[in-house]
C-alpha cells in the first residue's frame, strides 16, 4: 500500500500527457524530449524516494499481487533483486492479446547468476524488483545501448554482487507488440 509511481515521459507523440492528467497529483510525472529508455529509468531512479525501485515499461503489466511478493521476498536483503515468473501477451491483431510463452527464472542455475544471465537467462522488468543499494551499485543504466538495456542491467547486477530470490508465481505480463520492438527490429543489433 506505501508506493510511489514516478512516470517519465519520454518524449511521447501520442495522448500521455493528456491521460496522465487524469491521475491527478496520484503520480509523479515528468515530460522530456526522446531520450530513450535508460535516461527515463536514470531520471526516474534519481526522482525515486522509496527503498526499493521496481521498473515498469509502458506496455508491460504488473499483476495485482506483484509489488507486495516482492517487497516481503526482500526484506532483509541489502543487494537484493527479486525476480518474478511472467506471462508473455502476444499481440495477435491490433488491441487483442493472447497469453503465450510462460517465463520463469531458471531456478537452478541462478545458485550462479553471472554464468545463468551469460547462458541466456533474462527477466523483462517488469518481473524483477530491485533494492536501492544494488541500483547505486551498479550506476545505472547504460543509456548507449539502444536495445538489450534490461539484460545488461541485470548482468550488471550480478556482477556487482546481488542476491537474487526467486518468487515462484507469475506477477508480471510481458506484452509483445504486432510492431516490432526496438529489440525484435534488428536482430544484428540485439
Known amino acids: 500500500a506505501d508506493f510511489e509511481v514516478i512516470v517519465i515521459d519520454d518524449g511521447s507523440t501520442d495522448g500521455t500527457r493528456h491521460i496522465l492528467k487524469e491521475f491527478g497529483d496520484r503520480l509523479r510525472v515528468v515530460s522530456t524530449e526522446n531520450r530513450g529508455v535508460s535516461a527515463a529509468r536514470n531520471l526516474g531512479t534519481k526522482m ?18 506483484a509489488l507486495a511478493s516482492r517487497v516481503q ?19 495477435t491483431a491490433p488491441g ?42 551498479i550506476g545505472g543504466w547504460n543509456e548507449k545501448l539502444p536495445v538489450i538495456q534490461d539484460a545488461r ?24 507488440a504486432l510492431q516490432a520492438s526496438l529489440s525484435r527490429q534488428s536482430r544484428a543489433k540485439f
Open 48 to 65: 525515486a524516494l522509496g527503498a526499493l525501485i521496481q521498473y515498469l515499461d509502458a506496455d508491460d503489466l504488473l499483476r495485482p499481487n
Open 153 to 176: 542491467f541485470l548482468l550488471d547486477a550480478a556482477f556487482c554482487g546481488a542476491q537474487f530470490i526467486v518468487i515462484p508465481e507469475i506477477s508480471a505480463d510481458y506484452r509483445i
Open 73 to 91: 521476498a526482500l526484506k532483509g536483503f541489502v543487494y537484493g533483486v527479486a525476480l518474478s515468473e511472467w506471462q508473455e501477451m502476444r499481440e
Open 96 to 137: 487483442q492479446y493472447h497469453f503465450s510463452a510462460h517465463g520463469r527464472p531458471n531456478f537452478d542455475a541462478l545458485a550462479d547468476p553471472e554464468e545463468s544471465i551469460f547462458a541466456g537467462f533474462w527477466a523483462p522488468p517488469a518481473a524483477v524488483m530491485y533494492t536501492r543499494e544494488i541500483v547505486a551499485r
